[in-house]
């Protein structure tokens, strides 16, 4: 009833305003039609009175012109006349005006002084009158003025008479609306309403089935009784879901899951897909023997995108680089993933030996690595290397477009400097696109960025994303003061954003983060099963020892690995009771072995560690483990759950995720983090031991601090630590990238526009 009474009251007022304006619209149009009729008979009667009224004047009959005056005010709708002289005194009148005008008369001493006639309506003796000035002259002098006043009165009756009629038009109408509206509504809308309805409470109570639902009369709602057949099909899908997120809220209001993320996405996203592109693929399809199998390549990235890109159906792109990769792709080079449970897709791109050589090990990470990364290592510039990377970040371009090519304002996501040109690539054949770069290493200072010779083309290449993001503001500042040396554009510091060619780039962080898990077992099995697995691992690298170390670290000359080495060998000369008593154990993966400057650190690492080794080592002890290879995040994590301390040294870190695992691995709430205070972590990760890691002699004291501080303290540092990654964790990171590329708007552009 209420949606009836509604929809009558709107159809009575939108009808109420059409008549409103037509009747407004019919009085100005009569109004202007009885005042134009008025004017003209007014100046009929002026123009033939002025021919009596100028010999008169002149020969100053004043008694003559008053007889004549009085004769014309006797006539029908003529109120009267007056005689003006040039200073607009008056000369004659008729008997009944003289009290009743204004001395003097303004619209006579206008015209009088104009020249001109002049005629309009206004009220004398509280009636509406028209009044005529004609204005009379012997030869080229003006010697007067004539007025006539018109009793205008009926003009306001004829109006009324309009709008009463117009009136009672509208509330005739207004019957007939409401009356045939009732019927209508009744018949075709109300009626077969009620019955969804009535299906839909026995269906919501477990009683009803989908087929009773028989079809209204008509075909108005044939498309929502097909809507609500769908919906009643998923109804308990939808509950179950609404359920779980119902739980997950109870459970922890701020904390973020891979369930959360996906339904999240799947809000957010509302069925478009998500375009990922990346260096490093999801999946890589290896040989094992004879046959082939799928491998998950470490990372954080996979494990945060990986349940959006299955929430979506979308698409990621990256360089096939697994051995029986192209064994196990179609004939457009892509397959779905995952293979147990197909959800997405993964587009592979192949590269040459040459392109890779050249794009990848060349300018990514023997230019843009150690440019962006202060480690005094000189980056090296070659032109066939930015030949290459102009190259494959073209080929990656032109992949991305064919499979965009049928969506509308696809959304895009980047990843890291491998692929900086792309941005711009892109936005050049889809300015429609919704683009984000996301940035995963430090942005240096603008004097260091300089010296690449192709920073101009790395910076415009960039500035084609709609958002540029960091881990830290820090980053986005040095971006920003970069972008402002080197490029013509306009820097808005509130908003954090650069327009320049009329398109907006926003800068932000987005911190990255680890996954965290949620079912932490009992504190104190935790302490049990930690000092079980201690042993037996102390058993398997065949060392004795009291208090242990971890280091867990590409071999990289950015993680400051000889100079961590340099403070565990300075911390055993100045501690001495600490030797016999402490071991360090570095889980060390090769990296990048093609470039000579990493060959050349494996090398120092492994005679650094022989060097201590050898100066300090003893029977069943040595205070440096060097394990070389590519370890699980399993493996890893057995020696998070057992370290006294772990350390993270890098020279200059974007963010460092090695911080946060271990800080995510310590259910029993202990152990200490000494980080540096070049890494992202250090932002977030307050209480652990922040450390200069070009400071031999701060480090080693921070080894001897952390293995002599009070249990309760540890304690303490770690619940406030890993209580900051729990809530900032990756699914958070992943959450607030897609949602904020999700909403972001894009100015329309036409077709010819983008052609």
């Known amino acids: 009833m209420k949606i009836t009474i509604r929809l009558i009251v709107s159809l009575i007022f939108i009808v109420a305003l059409v008549a409103i304006g037509f009747s407004f619209y019919q009085v100005r149009a009569e109004k202007m039609r009885l005042t134009a009729e008025l004017e003209r008979r007014a100046i009929i009667l002026a123009e033939s009175l002025q021919e009596s009224v100028i010999p008169l004047i002149a020969s100053n009959s004043l008694s003559r012109l008053n007889r004549l005056v009085e004769r014309f005010g006797n006539r029908e709708r003529l109120k009267g006349v007056a005689v003006y002289d040039q200073q607009g005194n008056i000369l004659a009148v008729t008997p009944d005006l003289a009290s009743k005008i204004p001395q003097p008369l303004p619209p006579a001493v206008k015209s009088t002084a104009e020249n001109q006639p002049v005629g309009s309506l206004m009220r004398i003796d509280d009636k509406e009158t028209y009044f005529y000035a004609l204005p009379f002259s012997e030869g080229d002098k003006i010697t007067g003025t004539l007025v006539l006043f018109h009793d205008a009165s009926y003009i306001g009756v004829r109006l009324k008479e309009i709008w009463k009629h117009n009136l009672l038009r509208f509330l005739t109408l207004s019957v007939l609306i409401v009356a045939i509206t009732l019927l209508v509504i009744r018949w075709s809308i109300t009626g077969p309403i009620a019955q969804i309805a009535d299906w839909m409470r026995e269906l919501r109570s477990g009683k009803g089935k989908i087929d009773q639902l028989v079809s209204p009369r008509g075909d108005v709602l044939a498309p929502l009784i097909s809507e609500v057949t769908h919906l009643a099909k998923s109804l308990a899908m939808a509950r179950a879901r609404a359920e779980e997120e119902a739980r997950l809220r109870v459970q922890a209001e701020s904390l973020w899951t891979a369930n959360r993320l996906k339904e999240h996405m799947r809000i957010e996203l509302s069925g478009k897909k998500l375009f990922l592109i990346s260096n490093r693929e999801p999946y890589m399809n290896v040989k094992d023997g004879r046959n082939i199998k799928c491998i998950i390549p470490a990372g954080g990235l996979v494990t945060a995108l990986d349940p959006v890109m299955r929430t979506c159906d979308g698409v990621w792109i990256a360089h096939g680089g697994g051995e029986a990769d192209r064994e196990v792709v179609d004939k457009n080079d892509t397959l779905r993933v995952p293979p147990d449970e197909p959800a997405y897709t993964l587009k592979r791109v192949w590269l040459t030996k040459e392109e890779e050589d050249g794009y990848y090990y060349g300018f990514s990470n023997e230019g843009l690595w150690p440019l962006c990364h202060i480690t005094h290592t000189r980056p090296i510039f070659r032109l066939e290397d930015w030949v290459y990377y102009q190259k494959v970040n073209e080929k990656f371009a032109e992949e991305l477009i064919k499979e965009i090519a049928d969506e509308e304002s696809p959304l895009v996501l980047i990843q890291d400097y491998h692929l900086a040109l792309l941005p711009l690539l892109v936005k050049e054949k889809r300015p429609d696109a919704r683009v984000a770069l996301f940035w995963h290493i430090p942005w240096p200072n603008p004097e260091a960025y300089g010296i690449c010779p192709w920073h101009r083309e790395i910076l415009m290449g960039m500035l084609g994303a709609d958002i540029i993001g960091f881990h830290i503001q820090f980053h986005c500042n040095n971006f920003l003061d970069t972008v402002d040396r080197f490029l013509e554009s306009k820097i808005d510091w509130e908003q954090f954003s650069v327009n320049r060619g009329g398109h907006a780039t926003l800068v932000k962080p987005f911190p990255i983060s680890v996954s965290f898990e949620t079912s932490d077992v009992d504190r104190i099995t935790a302490l ?61 993966a090769p990296s990048r072995t093609h470039i000579k400057r990493y060959r050349d650190l494996m090398t120092e690492v492994e005679e650094t560690v022989d060097k201590i080794n050898w100066r300090f080592q003893t029977k069943g002890w040595k205070p440096i483990v060097f394990l070389k290879a590519h370890h699980s995040y399993k493996e890893i994590s057995r020696f998070y759950k057992i370290a006294d301390v772990c350390m993270v040294t890098s020279l200059h870190d974007g963010m460092n995720l090695v911080a946060k695992e271990f800080v995510a691995s310590r259910g029993d709430e202990d152990g200490v983090l000494i980080l540096s205070q070049f890494t992202g972590a250090s932002r977030e990760l307050k209480d652990a031991i922040i450390v200069n890691p070009y400071d031999i002699e701060e480090m080693a004291d921070a080894i001897h601090f952390s293995l002599t501080m009070e249990h309760d303290e540890k304690s303490e540092r770690m619940r406030r630590m890993r209580a900051v990654v729990k809530e900032h964790n990756i699914y958070r990171w992943a959450g607030n990238l897609i949602t904020t590329l999700a909403r972001l708007r894009i100015p329309e552009i036409s077709s010819q526009e983008r052609e």
């Open 528 to 588: 049990q099963e930690k000092q079980s697995t201690k042993e037996n691992m102390l058993k398997e690298i065949g060392v004795q020892t009291e208090y242990l170390g971890v280091g867990v670290d590409r071999i990289d000359y950015t993680k400051g690995i000889p100079e961590r080495f340099r403070a565990i060998e300075r911390f055993l000369e100045k501690y001495p009771e600490f030797v016999g008593e402490f071991t360090f154990i570095e889980l060390g």
